[in-house]
């Protein structure tokens, strides 16, 4: 066992507590602001129907007490955090009688698929060219050329998105605008309606795998610069190792621990989605789910799936830290 | 008797991950007989605590620091700035206690603008000048550059040069050779040796090198584990050392005898510290110590006279000799004129 | 003098750091130039030329047969589809986004120096607060906060959409975490440097330690800072912008890809409408992401071995 | 981004569809609630069957359709992601008709504003008894829910006592709860509706389906016994039950989150009874939500789709230059579009400081050039209004009798002398920075607009700039709130209302919609005069096609237009891309037998009326 008792208990302290002030966070921003979004919602609605009706104020209450909206704020925060604390994240405003789940569980598992891929992509094509990078005996190509895809790295991706769309699909026609599928495609699990998947998803993928790749490359190679300066490099040039070895076994390998916390990290930022790009995209993915939230003033929606976020984060971050000590040798929790 | 400049009064410093550093140290410094003390002690002693404590970076846990009688915790701010000025110090590294973004003359016009030392700018480089001139530096040489221009002994000569600008009373050296190139500590030891003779100044030799400290010093404070074992004069001390501890020290100075074989004359060390409870109580050598008796473990042995009133040694072995009157050190320290009371 | 030539000559050697402010340089020298040859009033905005048209240098109104007689106007980065000059949205956005970034990115730094400084000094509860508080919020997605606070607030007055300032203030409430953290462990270690001991033996007061000896030595950590918050902050403006939360009215770079986007340029071919905004915001992202792998070669020389 | 634009032009269309119906049901002078708001139903909230809806048709249950024989059609939801899925309850809070479930409702008669009229459908007649306040309607025999169960008078009554009921809970309910006093079924085929006083216009208004209007019929057997708590919450859609029932030739065969199949039934009964002499040539109907308009007509310029939701003036052009086989209800050119029912204005806040001042009303009028709107904006493909409400056939002659006043309050006169003229008149000045102001408070002119408006919007802003007015355009999310609350002072928006005879659209301004600021109102001009209040009371009851009624009509629209009471902008323009390659016989202006819009009720009229051109 490489922690102890204490540190356990700690940790998962922490996490209550950061997931507990977050939702406390989600709870008071809408509150903070002179507008109700129950009734502001309802106001919109019914002003959309063109008629407002005469017992408005009495409708509006009858949802508040419905939305427990009408009871003393801490009654509300109470119940709010019992909500929570089950996992219940009530009712969308803007497609009731659906529960905000639903609406998240639309948009996940593209989100999911789209990022997860990119990320792991980005991340196996940035820690090499970072390694090739930093690594002395590396062509003048590598050294001097590559960083120029470096650059990608500091444009937003949804900006190179736009571009992509631009020249591949409107130019050169040879890639969909955007969206996940073909309009009259039936869904099935089947080799054409995959493929189709994938055709869709190049666009956005290429700009995220762009847009992230230099971090990655970045980050790897000031961890490689830090390893070949280390003493063990040295005498293991020094003994004779052959340089393709000396670079994987000696640089690579203890260089790439950092980069594989990183990589966990970056994995539980997935459920967060790329909003902007999946908008530029029209991919349906829970980005899109959280803008549309966003300009109906769907709250409930906002907020269930901030929470859902940020329990993701902060349970991948105990995770992590969890495993540190696996992956690193060096690091125990053991003890105060 | 004078007024003493500075004075601890059964100091203990405990550290917040429970470290006692200091344990009951009692030690004042009378300026009026200038010397060279060293504290000595291998790391961990506390040597460097106490040197804090003295410049008043570090406030005691228990007992307390006097400056002229004022207790430095609740001193005035005029108080705090003449000592301020009369205690000064000299540290280990001699480039970290520059600030690389400045040039070396930074450490010497920001005391003299503080302290209002000179009335003009040009009254302030003269005695830049003259301070690097009596530390042996040619100021042309030396001003107007950056640390990382300069060579380590340079940078600590500049170092005891801005002490000796402040003209303190008190100078505490921390391991100012230790960082320095051993064909230039000679010229620092020299530099701290003049300012002790020809300007009078009360020096704190803060070492773990016993070498170096009967090399310059005038008297010897042994310290181990934050609790005093041997003090007084250094000839006697280093020459015939009484307490155990201090034997073992002498005995593994490299001396240039060949036919001496180092550590020779150790005992025991016994590698496996005894850290039981009772050892907190008792004698810090008691687990290290070859005569180690019963006693020791019960409760700290008080300050012995072992011989003459040349010095001081907290052991049971002398449990027949006179006992220190008072606990502070610092009275052995002036011109050996503490009567014996026998 | 001195100080400058050395500089000059470590800049020399810092390949990137050069690239990144010549850029800089280029887009101040852009911005400032521009400004006097177009009307910074009326030219960016809807209506100050005529609508779609491509770059040209000599513009001739399409009802007109005989070009030769009309003054040619000059439209160098073309017009966009409802008539502003591009050339003018592209001074004048220039200036506006980078002025977002950095009201927002110095707010946000300072702040944060301060909540660093402080949380490090004094210690104990206060910081353990602190800590905690930037703990949490960086667990939250930036944009995702900024989304809510955007469109809650955004016009609650008189239907007004934020203005430029009050999206730099919105976005400087998420930029102040980075910096927190990085002077808090920076003034920790700095705290116990032997410089600092000296200081004090030279009689200065604490604030003096903190701003003659701390602050300068933190200079390449707090330009790194403040390079990063910046960057932050203009991402966190475009993205605002980009989902229809900025100040619609104003030039900004974020709001017209926000229009390029709306107004459908691609499809209607209006190709130069995008270019324009979307290569600016390419060169400032490279410009902050070269100065911030310059600064960090000089915070941290250890990667300069790999040039 | 794109999204919101979208989202404001679906709303819009909602609007215009709902809001006909509060409107219809001022008509009938009823002032109960019109539309359930979205976030409806108290009902408990415990049946929510989660994953059901999202899980699309097995591969195998679903057949194979050639692509000749499917309609394939964007629009709806938000961008990319439909948010009605699986609500095929038309009553359930947030479900809609207008993503192809229009196909399976049939009304009791169609009305084409653009075609013959009234189509009797499921009813063969109505009558009004002579002060209009009884009706009788005749149901037409052999008429079934696609699970074989005969539609009878007693599905209309349900439906009527239902509505009636679930007033104001149910969409739809209000106009209905406020005009019948009691509906019963005389036999199967008769309906007898009392009605609470003289109501001429019920019947067009509630009971015929023409552009998002009229009520929908309901199976009793299915919905009998449920509370309206109940309905608002009932989903209704299940392929294994057959649900939603339909009396139309369609059901709804997969429907997930991006993709609604709409399959051809083929046991419809009006074969079987030959009111119709044979089944739609569409055997599918696809429906995909609507997507950013670059990417929708990427779509339909590859012959992916057939048509969607109507364009932007400035991308229709483009669209229809990059594919010959597309065309739109005007061909292939100018201005590519028809005109809807939803005309739009520079509204005003009659209770804000400022805007209370007919001069300075008459000011912002003059200060915008109409024209200039359509050629910079919308590229030529436009059209300026001078009156609050269409120019359909039926409207015509009310604009023809309007001409005289038109010459003397010109609604779309470009002046700026005309300007200064009035904002001088009520004692304004031009401060430092050249902006209209009195007594130091300067007009400040800010106003929001759905982000349909997003062509015109900021153009508007910079000629109310010119003209010395501090104007800003925008499009807050809440902008439905600030108009209905009157946090602001003017706004852009349109006017869904009058199709057959002015009075609908007049009857916003009357002062049952007043309320004060901060207080919510629908038509929110918050204009109040009593004169015009009693003229338009006295229209309510008479019948258009009486001599007086015309009288009335003059003498409220001089009150109208010396008051300004909002400054008429343009007509509305539906421009719908449609495409020739798999289908023939969309509804165009030399093919008018309905307007375009797929997505209103009368899409069964299309279906039943386009020819493949291929196989």
Known sequence: MRYSKQYLLRRVGLLLLIIWSAATFNFIIPRITPRNPLREKLLQEASRSGYIPIGFDEMVAAYETKFGLDLPIWRQYINYLGDMARLDLGFSIASYPKTVWQVILEGLPWTIGLLAVTTIIAFALGTLLGALMAWQNSGPFVRYVMPSILIFGAIPAYVIALSLVYFFAFRLKILPTGGGYGISTIPALSIPFILEILKHSILPALALVLARTGGWALGMRGMMVTVEGEDYMTFAEAKGVKDWRLFYKYGVRNALLPQVTGLALALSFVVSGAVLVELVMGYPGLGTKLAQAVTQLDYFVIQGIVFVIILTLAIAMLVIDLLYPLLDPRISYEGG | ?342 | MQRIIIALRYIRRNVSLAIGLGILIFLILFAVIGSFLVDTKVDPYPLAGPASVAPTLSYCPRTDPECAQVEPVAYPFGTDGQGRDLFAVAVVGTWMTIRIGLLAGMIGLAIGTVLGFTSAYYGGVYDAFIQWTVDVLLTVPGLLILIIIASTIAGLENGKTLTINQMGLVIALLAWMGPTRTIRSQVLSMRERPYVMMARLNGMSSLGIIFREMIPNLLPYLGAGLVGSVTGAIFASMGLAALGLGPLREPTLGVTIYWVINQNAFLRGLWWWAAVPIVIVALIFIMLFLISMGLDEVANPRVRRAR | MQEQKKLNRRDFLRLSGIASAGVLAAACGATAPAEAPAAGGAAAPAAAPAAAVEAPAASGALKEVAREKSLILMFGGQPGQFEDTGLGNPYATGATHQIGSAALWEPLFFYSAYGEGEIPWLATGYEYNEDFTELTISIRDGVEWSDGTPFTAKDVVFTLNMLKDGAPLLSRSQATAAAVASATAVDDLTVQIVMNGPRPRYMFNQLMSKFDTGIYLVPEHIYAGKTPDEIVSFEYYDPEKNWPLSTGPYKIVAWNTTQKFIDRRDDWWAVKTGFMGELPAIERIVIAPRADDSIMTQRIINNEVDSILDLRATTIAATVSQNPAIITHTGRELPYGYMDWWPSSMWFNHDAEHFSDKNVRWAISYAIDRQQLIDVALEGSGMVASLPFPEYPPLLPYYEAAKPLLEKYNTNEYNLDKVAERMTASGYEKDADGFWAKDGSRVLAPFGGWSVFNDIGPIVAEQLRKAGFEADYTTPADHGTRMSDGSYGLWLNGHGGTIRDPFTTLDFYTGKYYAPIGEPTAQSSRYNNPEYDAILEEMATTPSDQPKYMDLFLSALEIWLDDLVDAPIQQWMHRIPMNTTYWSDWPTADNSYVNGSFWHLTFPLMLHRMKPTQG
């Open chain 2, 1 to 342: 008797m004078s007024e003493l400049l500075l004075e601890l009064k059964n100091v203990t410093k405990q550290f917040k991950g429970g470290t006692v550093a200091l344990d009951n140290i009692s030690f004042s410094i009378d300026a009026d007989e200038p010397s060279i003390i060293a504290i000595a002690g291998e790391s961990g002693s506390g040597k460097t605590t106490l040197g804090l404590m003295a410049m008043g970076f570090l406030t005691a846990s228990t007992g307390s620091v006097l400056y002229r009688g004022n207790d430095l915790a609740e001193m005035s701010g005029s108080d705090h700035k003449e000592f301020r000025k009369e205690v000064q110090a000299v540290f280990q590294d001699p480039f970290a206690v520059y600030n690389p973004f400045y040039k070396v003359d930074h450490i010497m016009e920001v005391p003299i603008a503080n302290f209002k030392m000179a009335s003009s700018k040009k009254e302030a480089r003269e005695m830049m000048e003259q301070a690097l001139i009596s530390v042996g530096l040619r100021p042309e040489e030396t001003l107007g550059r950056f640390p990382h221009q300069l060579s380590g002994g340079q940078r600590q000569r500049i170092a005891l040069g801005r002490a000796l600008l402040l003209r303190p009373k008190l100078l505490i050296a921390d391991e100012p050779v230790s960082m320095v190139d051993a064909s230039l500590r000679a010229t620092i030891l020299e530099a701290m040796d003049k300012l002790n003779k020809e300007f009078g100044i009360t020096v704190l030799y803060i070492t773990h090198d016993l070498t170096t400290a009967y090399h310059v010093s005038d008297y010897i404070l042994i310290l181990y584990k934050g609790s005093i074992m041997e003090a007084g004069d250094i000839e006697s001390i280093i020459r015939n050392p009484q307490h155990p501890y201090t034997q073992l020290l002498i005995g593994s100075i490299p001396w240039p005898d060949l036919d001496r074989v180092w550590g020779e004359d150790i005992a025991i060390i016994d590698i496996e510290e005894d850290t039981s409870e009772e050892s907190r109580v008792g004698c810090k050598f008691a687990g290290r110590c070859p005569h180690v008796m019963d006693k020791c473990k019960v409760a700290p042995p008080p300050l012995y006279w072992p011989d003459d009133n040349n010095r001081v040694a907290s052991c049971y072995l002398f449990d027949d000799k006179p006992v220190l009157p008072g606990d502070d050190v610092g009275t052995l320290f002036r011109s050996k004129k503490v009567a014996v009371s026998r």
